[in-house]
C-alpha cells in the first residue's frame, strides 16, 4: 500500500503538474518532455520493486480512485511494459535539453546521467526476465549496456540534515536506540573471506584478548546483547548517507550473469571483477588485488557454478541494500543461510 499511496501516487501527481504547465519555446518544450521522461523512469524503477517483491500487482488498473479494486496484472507482463518504457526514456531523453534544474535531487540536473540510468535499469529488468524470455532480454541488454553507468557513476539519493535525514540515522542514532547489532548471516561470510569490506561495513567495538579487532554476527531472530557483537559503521548512520537506487557495481554484475547465459556483453570473469572492484571503491576499502587473487574469490577458482560465485560476492556487495540483497538470493539462490 505504501508504495501506491506514497510512492507512485506522488509519480502520478508529479506528471500531472508537468503536463500542465504552459511552456514556451521550443527549450521549454525539450526540458518539459525531459521532465515527463525522468518521472516516468522513477515510476518504472518503483513498478520494478512492487513486482520483484509481491510478484503480481495491479498496474494497468492501478492509481485510478475511482476504482478500488484494479486487477492484479501478471508479473511477467508488467517487466515487458517497463522494459519498453524504460527503452522510451533511454532515447527519448535529450542531453542537450533541460530538466528539473537544481530540484534533480537524484541526478543533480544531469540528463546524460538519467540517460545513463535508464539503461543501467533496462540491463536491471532485463537480467531479470533471462530465465523466462531469453530472446527478449538478450536483446534489451545488447543495446544498452554500452550506454549505461561506468566505474563509480551510480543514481544515489543524498540525505539531507534534519527531517529529511537518512532513515538509518533517525532509527539508530537520534532515536537513542542500543539494540541493533550486525547479523552472523553477513558477517559469517566475510569472516570466512577475511573480507576487508568489513572495516567500512562494521564498528570497530569487539576485540579478541590480543586487542584485535574481530566481527561478530549476532543470530537472527534471536536477542544479542549490544555490547557483545558488531555494530553497524558510523559511517553508515550519518544524517547525510545516501541511499543508492543503482550503480555501476551492481549493473556490472548483472552482466556478468548476462555473459554467462551467452549474451554478447563480453566476458563473465572480467564484469564480475569489475563488480567487486566497484564495491571495494564504494566503500574505500584497500586490498581488493589480494582479495580477487583469493581461491575462494577468483572467478577460475571459487566454489561452485557461476550462480554460486556471482551470487555469493553480489550478496556481501549489497549490504544496506536488502532489497537486491533478498532478489539477488532468491534469484540465484545462493548464498546458503545460517540457520536461526
Keep these: 500500500r505504501i508504495y501506491y499511496r506514497d510512492i507512485l501516487s506522488d509519480f502520478n501527481e508529479a506528471r500531472r503538474l508537468v503536463e500542465a504547465e504552459k511552456v514556451d519555446g521550443v527549450a521549454a518544450e525539450k526540458a518539459k518532455t525531459n521532465k515527463l521522461f525522468m518521472i516516468d523512469l522513477m515510476e518504472v524503477y518503483a513498478y520494478q520493486q512492487l513486482v520483484d517483491i509481491f510478484g503480481d500487482v495491479p498496474y494497468t488498473e492501478a492509481l485510478n480512485i475511482e476504482n478500488l479494486s484494479p486487477v492484479y496484472d501478471d508479473a511477467q507482463t508488467i517487466y515487458k511494459d517497463l522494459l519498453a518504457r524504460a527503452k522510451a526514456a533511454a532515447d527519448g531523453l535529450d542531453a542537450g535539453a533541460g530538466g528539473f534544474g537544481a530540484d534533480d535531487l537524484l541526478m543533480g540536473g544531469d540528463i546524460s546521467m538519467w540517460k545513463k540510468f535508464a539503461n543501467t535499469l533496462i540491463v536491471k529488468l532485463a537480467i531479470t526476465l533471462s530465465?523466462?524470455?531469453?530472446?527478449?532480454?538478450?536483446?534489451?541488454?545488447?543495446?544498452?549496456?554500452?550506454?549505461?553507468?561506468?566505474?563509480?557513476?551510480?543514481?544515489?539519493?543524498?540525505?539531507?540534515?534534519?527531517?529529511?535525514?537518512?532513515?538509518?540515522?533517525?532509527?539508530?542514532?537520534?532515536?537513542?536506540?542500543?539494540?541493533?547489532?550486525?547479523?552472523?548471516?553477513l558477517v559469517d561470510l566475510m569472516?570466512?573471506?577475511?573480507?576487508?569490506?568489513?572495516?567500512?561495513?562494521?564498528?570497530?567495538?569487539?576485540?579478541?584478548?590480543?586487542?584485535?579487532?574481530?566481527?561478530?554476527?549476532?543470530v537472527y531472530g534471536e536477542i544479542s546483547?549490544?555490547?557483545?557483537?558488531?555494530?553497524?559503521?558510523?559511517?553508515?548512520?550519518?544524517?547525510?548517507?545516501?541511499?543508492?537506487?543503482?550503480?555501476?557495481?551492481?549493473?556490472?554484475?548483472?552482466?556478468?550473469e548476462a555473459a554467462e547465459r551467452g549474451f554478447g556483453v563480453g566476458d563473465a570473469a572480467t564484469w564480475y571483477e569489475n563488480a567487486i572492484r566497484s564495491?571495494?571503491?564504494?566503500?574505500?576499502?584497500?586490498?581488493?588485488?589480494?582479495?580477487?587473487?583469493?581461491?575462494?574469490?577468483?572467478?577460475?577458482?571459487a566454489p561452485g557454478d557461476w550462480k554460486q560465485k556471482v551470487g555469493m560476492q553480489?550478496?556481501?556487495?549489497?549490504?544496506?541494500?536488502?532489497?537486491?540483497?533478498?532478489t539477488s538470493y532468491r534469484r540465484l539462490d545462493t548464498p546458503t543461510l545460517n540457520i536461526p
Design 191 to 218: 569472516n570466512g573471506l577475511d573480507d576487508p569490506r568489513r572495516a567500512s561495513y562494521f564498528d570497530s567495538n569487539i576485540t579478541d584478548e590480543n586487542q584485535n579487532v574481530i566481527y561478530v554476527g549476532g
Design 279 to 301: 564495491s571495494f571503491d564504494y566503500w574505500n576499502a584497500a586490498g581488493v588485488d589480494a582479495y580477487l587473487a583469493l581461491p575462494d574469490v577468483a572467478y577460475a577458482t
Design 314 to 326: 553480489a550478496y556481501i556487495a549489497y549490504y544496506v541494500r536488502g532489497l537486491e540483497g533478498w
Design 131 to 185: 530465465p523466462v524470455d531469453a530472446g527478449m532480454a538478450k536483446t534489451y541488454i545488447e543495446g544498452a549496456y554500452n550506454n549505461a553507468f561506468a566505474f563509480g557513476e551510480s543514481a544515489t539519493f543524498n540525505y539531507l540534515p534534519g527531517a529529511n535525514a537518512n532513515p538509518l540515522y533517525q532509527d539508530l542514532v537520534q532515536s537513542g536506540r542500543n539494540d541493533f547489532v550486525a547479523a552472523n548471516t
Design 225 to 256: 546483547a549490544f555490547t557483545q557483537f558488531s555494530h553497524i559503521a558510523p559511517r553508515i548512520q550519518a544524517d547525510t548517507y545516501g541511499y543508492v537506487l543503482l550503480d555501476y557495481t551492481e549493473l556490472a554484475f548483472y552482466l556478468a
